[in-house]
């Protein structure tokens, strides 16, 4: 007999392992992440809606989900199986939307809170004999499970009407994965015409990967041919390596044909049997849960790992992308920084204005000339860093993400950045002037506007402003010129390693709020090992 663990420290060391699964992010567009996040979110729903609460509460009734392609006659079974419609069933497809749970009135308590499926809201309500549906929230209908209550159905079994695995509606079909991985007991329902679709085999192979306790249910089979389906399919079974899973055939009846209608007791007689023993024997109803928890512990081993790789995976990535931006923004910034000591802002019109200053260019004039072309330099920088940046993540995968590529049009442009970066250095750079004029002891203090068109001239000038730096000494003196000059300087480069540094962190913002980071990995890996020594 298998005994479950339930002992506080195996409970708290796989709550903190669900915590580090929950925290893990695959949001770059990469290869693996469409994987890891279904894996994630299947290991998540496991977690949450079977294995925790299972582990908590061992006490709880079995839970048998049933399971199964679109018009398998998945509500016809478990209304025959209960004795009464509790879950409608019809000829139109998909019938069961909202999943249905049914227990008998003293077990009701296990399943009205939140134990298990936390995330479905409740409605419960005596179902009526008409076909009318019963009234459900209309803000979210996907999301909640109907509960209800039949005296027919021994205590210790619910029995869930999942919807199709293969339902046209998306949701649904999340739904229905989301609602097997809460299942002490799997029953996969096919038809004696769909028993080789491929989805189905794919979650009978899943329950085999997680070593659940499943059963198969072989429906609407034609009396005539039932030896040859039933041989065919217990082939196909033991081919997967599935020989052993209990298998029960109902045959095609007139109750079944459209759906409406409850099967004979007989037909059913068997699989209720079989599901009656799992819950009331002891011996039973302890190798279901220890077998499907314990294969899920055990599947942890391989799920960890592969996702602490796909969480790996993204950083580098995102890694790749940072270091393109690195690279192209310091390659810019190194450039800039080398024009400005080569004094190639004093090129074009500010180059024309400087040569006319001060007969025909008032100092106004040259500030505006100079501003404008250390702004059309940084400009161009940018520009050149960001194509830098764009080519190198065209060959990146990673990037392929509208949150990386697209601008957002309601943002300020980076030339009205730029320029208002320029004017704000300007303005102090006038104010650094007025203060070196003030500070001379003269009766007549020269203009701080053309004191401080000197100084820029000096800085942005290069060898060709060699004047502009004897035209300051004459009017504020050799130390003052040094002074002003030092603190100038200082205050271009501040600025100018401002505009870069805002530019480069701007580009990055969308890949940091991706927040990807490197710790997932070795969280994953740390909380599984600390889980299996628990065990």
Not at 382 to 391: F, G, L, M, N, S
Not at 401 to 425: C, F, K, M, Q, Y
Request: glycine share 6%; hydrophobic share 45%.
């Amino acid at each position: 007999m298998v005994t479950l663990d339930v002992r506080p420290q195996l409970l708290d060391a796989l709550s903190a392992l669900r915590d580090r699964v929950a925290a893990a992010r695959f949001p770059l567009p990469l290869a693996g992440a469409p994987r890891a996040r279904a894996n994630r979110d299947e290991l998540l729903a496991q977690l949450d809606d079977y294995l925790v609460p299972r582990l908590r509460e061992p006490e709880a009734p079995l839970l048998a989900v049933v399971g199964g392609s679109t018009g398998a006659g998945k509500s016809t079974l478990v209304n025959s199986l209960v004795g009464r419609r509790v879950s409608e069933a019809g000829v139109l497809r998909p019938t069961t939307r909202t999943p249905v749970l049914v227990c008998n009135p003293e077990d009701h308590h296990w399943f009205s809170g939140m134990r298990v499926l936390p995330d479905l809201n409740r409605v419960w309500a005596p179902r009526r004999d008409t076909s009318d549906d019963i009234a459900i929230p209309n803000d979210d209908p996907a999301r909640v499970l109907r509960v209800e209550t039949a005296e027919s159905l021994p205590s210790g079994l619910a029995l869930l009407d999942a919807p199709d695995i293969d339902s046209l509606v998306a949701d649904n079909r999340v739904l229905a994965a989301e609602l097997i991985c809460a299942a002490d007991i799997w029953v996969m329902v096919t038809t004696a015409a769909r028993y080789a679709d491929a989805v189905p085999w794919h979650l009978l192979r899943t329950a085999k990967e997680y070593d659940v306790t499943l059963v198969t249910v072989l429906d609407r089979v034609p009396h005539q041919v039932v030896s040859e389906v039933s041989r065919q399919y217990g082939a196909l079974l033991a081919k997967a390596g599935l020989g052993d899973v209990p298998r029960f055939t109902v045959p095609e009846l007139p109750e079944s044909a459209w759906g409406g209608g409850l099967l004979p007791a007989t037909a059913v007689a068997p699989l209720r049997t079989w599901l009656l023993q799992q819950a009331h024997d002891p011996g039973s109803r302890h190798h279901v849960m220890g077998r499907t928890a314990y294969g899920l512990l055990d599947s942890l081993k391989a799920r960890l790992p592969e996702l602490a790789a796909a969480a790996s995976a993204q950083y580098a990535a995102a890694l790749r992308l940072t270091a393109a931006v690195d690279a192209a923004y310091d390659s810019e910034h190194a450039r800039v920084r080398g024009r400005l000591q080569a004094g190639a802002v004093l090129a074009g019109d500010a180059l024309k204005r400087w040569r006319a200053f001060p007969l025909d260019c008032t100092a106004a004039e040259l500030l505006d000339a100079l501003a404008e072309s250390l702004a059309a330099l940084l400009l161009c920088s940018v520009t050149a860093a960001d194509e830098r940046v764009d080519d190198a993540w065209r060959r990146e995968p990673a990037a392929d993400s509208p949150g990386l590529t697209e601008r957002d049009p309601s943002l300020e442009s980076v030339e009205h950045r730029i320029g208002l970066a320029v004017r704000r250095w300007r303005r102090e750079l006038e104010e650094y002037a007025e203060d070196e004029v003030r500070e001379l002891d003269r009766s007549v203090a020269p203009d701080p506007e053309v004191v401080a068109a000197l100084v820029a001239t000096v800085l942005l000038g290069g060898r060709r402003a060699r004047s502009a730096g004897e035209g300051l000494g004459e009017r504020i003196g050799a130390h003052g010129a040094l002074r002003l000059r030092d603190r100038a300087g200082r205050l271009l480069a501040d600025y100018v390693d401002r505009v870069m540094h805002g530019e480069r962190e701007r580009r990055l913002a969308p890949l940091d709020a991706l927040e990807v980071h490197p710790e997932p990995q070795a969280e994953l890996i740390a909380a599984l090992s600390v889980l299996q020594k628990e065990r």
